[in-house]
């Protein structure tokens, strides 16, 4: 898949920590959208193919000095973004019951997959119901 073109809602399951992260610049954010820490430069970002690329939570179009915002696309300034990190049911093209108890790897901000690529943090599935697959954030598992 590609990254979010618009904005989604995105069903969490329980508990929730808010976090307050600095995003990166030049990059339009949706809300809804998964974001990583990106190691080498410390802001997060959409997730890339990269190794050691950790989700930080899912955007809640909530950004610095209160701004509200669906899509938002703050130039050339890093921003500070909330995003919520803990359960939440994600979309996965074919999810099956199969998937509970696999590995799965942020691809882009909307898709996790089973292909690791160049990926060395991975999230397994802890539930399944059509086109959705549970994922805990707040624990990832280092494969690499």
């Known amino acids: 898949m590609a ?11 329980g508990e929730q920590e808010e976090l307050t992260v600095k995003l990166t610049a030049s990059v339009t954010y ?4 998964l974001v990583v820490l990106k190691p080498t430069t410390g802001y997060a970002a959409k997730p890339t193919d990269a190794a050691n690329e950790e989700a930080v939570g ?4 909530v950004y610095q000095d209160g701004i509200r915002d669906d899509a938002y696309a703050p130039g050339a ?3 500070n973004g909330v995003v919520k990190r803990g359960r939440v049911w994600l979309p996965v093209s074919g999810a099956a019951q199969t998937d509970v108890g696999v590995m799965h790897y942020a691809a882009d901000d909307q898709t996790m997959t089973k292909t690791a690529g160049s990926k060395t943090v991975a999230y397994r599935a ?3 119901k059509t086109g959705f697959l549970l994922f805990d954030l707040r624990n ?5």
């Open 3 to 13: 990254d979010l073109s618009a904005p989604r809602l995105l069903e969490f399951q």
């Open 77 to 79: 300034v890093n921003v």
């Open 58 to 61: 899912v955007l809640t179009g």
């Open 30 to 33: 949706y809300k809804g959208g």
């Open 140 to 144: 990832p598992d280092r494969i690499a």
């Open 126 to 128: 802890l539930a399944f």
